[in-house]
């Protein structure tokens, strides 16, 4: 599907692929590719994210085009503000997970899940060092516990390279004193209740030993 921006005052019609959206506000700043013009990411994100009624769905769209470098979080805030508050909502709940480091719909689950659980906040995808040594970049950190969690399934990855580099970083992790706990997209919705209690338990027990030497730098 393509959609097309118009003046409000022209009428044109929606036909088979191509959905016609009529708007006051035409994009200030656009380029040519193909002899076509075309809005700038943070305005087709925007106006695509505020047509979408599933969370995970915006979430998604918003983490891979930031996540992708096609658009910042600040230039989406500028098209939220710029543009109709009604729909907006989903998009603005969004942008403050993905300004928080959140970089995918199941990370967005976790979220919401620790926040719903009352847990302390951790970090979200941070870069964790050894000395000068990369370590990993887990997808929740709770330093002061020396505790990962991760969401892992083989329906996220490519293939078996890539769940291989997954269980290899858990043994990094491990093998550093981190107390690992992975669960997959699935379980995040069908045992949330399971999942908190284990992520308490596993804090709980972090803090009452010494502090870890493992430097945490917030992901850039």
Same mark, same amino acid.
């Not at 009428?11 to 994009?27: E, G, L, N, W």
């Not at 769209?61 to 992708?68: E, I, K």
């Given at each position: &599907?393509?959609?097309?921006?118009?003046?409000?005052?022209?009428?044109?019609?929606? !036909?088979?692929?191509? *959905? &016609?959206? *009529?708007?006051?506000?035409?994009?200030?700043?656009?380029?040519?590719? =193909?002899?076509?013009?075309? #809005?700038?990411?943070?305005?087709?994100?925007?106006?695509?994210?505020? @047509?979408?009624?599933? !969370?995970?769905?915006?979430?998604?769209?918003?983490?891979?085009?930031?996540?992708?470098?096609?658009?910042?979080?600040?230039?989406?805030?500028?098209? &939220?503000? #710029?543009?109709?508050?009604?729909? $907006?909502?989903?998009?603005?709940?969004? %942008?403050?997970? !993905?300004?928080?480091?959140?970089? $995918?719909?199941?990370?967005?689950? %976790? *979220?919401?899940?620790?926040?719903?659980?009352?847990?302390?906040?951790? &970090?979200? =995808?941070?870069?964790?060092?050894?000395?000068?040594?990369?370590?990993?970049?887990?997808?929740? +950190?709770?330093?002061?516990?020396?505790?990962?969690?991760?969401?892992? @399934?083989?329906? +996220?990855?490519?293939?078996?390279?890539?769940?291989?580099?997954?269980?290899?970083?858990?043994?990094?992790? $491990?093998?550093?004193?981190?107390?690992?706990?992975?669960?997959?997209?699935?379980?995040?919705?069908?045992?949330?209740?399971?999942?908190?209690?284990?992520?308490? @338990?596993?804090?709980?027990?972090?803090?009452?030993?010494?502090?870890?030497?493992?430097?945490?730098?917030?992901?850039?």
């Amino acid at each position: &599907m393509i959609d097309v921006l118009v003046p409000a005052p022209t009428k044109r019609q929606s !036909v088979d692929f191509v *959905r &016609m959206h *009529r708007t006051a506000r035409m994009p200030d700043q656009t380029f040519v590719l =193909n002899g076509v013009r075309w #809005a700038l990411a943070a305005r087709a994100v925007a106006d695509a994210a505020r @047509s979408e009624h599933d !969370v995970r769905a915006v979430r998604d769209l918003v983490a891979s085009a930031v996540q992708g470098g096609k658009c910042t979080v600040p230039q989406l805030a500028e098209e &939220m503000h #710029a543009g109709p508050s009604r729909e $907006s909502g989903r998009l603005r709940a969004v %942008l403050g997970e !993905v300004a928080d480091g959140i970089a $995918s719909a199941a990370e967005g689950d %976790l *979220r919401q899940l620790i926040k719903r659980s009352g847990l302390p906040e951790p &970090m979200y =995808n941070p870069d964790l060092y050894v000395g000068s040594q990369f370590l990993a970049r887990p997808d929740a +950190w709770w330093k002061e516990a020396g505790v990962a969690a991760e969401v892992d @399934s083989r329906e +996220w990855h490519l293939g078996p390279e890539q769940w291989e580099q997954t269980t290899a970083r858990h043994r990094r992790l $491990s093998a550093h004193g981190i107390i690992v706990i992975h669960f997959t997209p699935r379980q995040l919705k069908t045992e949330g209740r399971r999942i908190a209690a284990e992520l308490k @338990s596993a804090i709980d027990t972090g803090r009452r030993r010494p502090p870890l030497k493992i430097r945490t730098e917030p992901r850039r």
